[in-house]
């Protein structure tokens, strides 16, 4: 399978450390936060102590390894972000595609709100879905976290491998 590809699955696996990560430290931490997973590890951006990543991102992937799978989904992710976009724009666009007038397009605009506002409905439980089975992969394999850097205030860089 495509997702199962080493550059691809390396992404999805550290997108669910990631996540699970942002979890943990989202525990002690309530301010903003963020990452960015690519096939080497992930960034994270928020106000965190590089001894308090290093120990949220171990605990992340302990307890990926022992089946808490769940940590890996994050309402906060940009997968749910891109469906909702994607699917409320989408189908907002039904209903106007056909219409040549001005007029008509106008009077359209409450279906394609309708429209729209189905999409968003849509995209919640769909990019819950997308993250589970296409952006992220709960199980670890023999990943490992070989550092941490602090790039800059607000931002560290997770090694993995």
Same mark, same amino acid.
């Given at each position: 399978?495509?997702?199962?590809?080493?550059?691809?699955?390396?992404?999805?696996?550290?997108?669910?450390?990631?996540?699970?990560?942002?979890?943990?430290?989202?525990?002690?931490?309530?301010?903003?936060?963020?990452?960015?997973?690519?096939?080497?590890?992930?960034?994270?951006?928020?106000?965190?102590?590089?001894?308090?990543?290093?120990?949220?991102?171990?605990?992340?992937?302990?307890?990926?390894?022992?089946?808490?799978?769940?940590?890996?989904?994050?309402?906060?992710?940009?997968?749910?972000?891109? /469906?909702?976009?994607?699917?409320?724009?989408?189908?907002?666009?039904?209903?106007?595609?056909?219409?040549?007038? /001005?007029?008509?397009?106008?009077?359209?605009?409450?279906?394609?709100?309708?429209?729209?506002?189905?999409?968003?409905?849509?995209?919640?439980?769909?990019?819950?879905?997308?993250?589970?089975?296409?952006? /992220?992969?709960?199980?670890?394999?023999?990943?490992?976290?070989?550092?941490?850097?602090?790039?800059?205030?607000?931002?560290?860089?997770?090694?993995?491998?």
């Amino acid at each position: 399978m495509i997702l199962d590809l080493p550059f691809l699955l390396e992404t999805r696996r550290n997108h669910a450390l990631e996540h699970a990560t942002l979890h943990i430290l989202s525990r002690t931490h309530k301010g903003r936060m963020a990452g960015h997973s690519n096939p080497t590890g992930f960034f994270l951006l928020g106000d965190f102590s590089t001894p308090e990543v290093w120990s949220a991102a171990t605990e992340a992937l302990e307890r990926l390894r022992g089946g808490e799978s769940g940590l890996a989904i994050h309402a906060g992710c940009g997968t749910n972000l891109a /469906t909702t976009l994607l699917l409320a724009a989408t189908l907002a666009w039904f209903p106007l595609r056909g219409s040549k007038s /001005t007029l008509t397009k106008i009077l359209l605009v409450p279906f394609a709100v309708a429209f729209a506002v189905v999409g968003v409905l849509l995209s919640r439980p769909l990019g819950t879905w997308l993250q589970e089975n296409v952006t /992220t992969e709960a199980f670890m394999g023999h990943m490992q976290i070989v550092d941490i850097i602090p790039v800059r205030k607000g931002v560290h860089r997770v090694i993995t491998q």
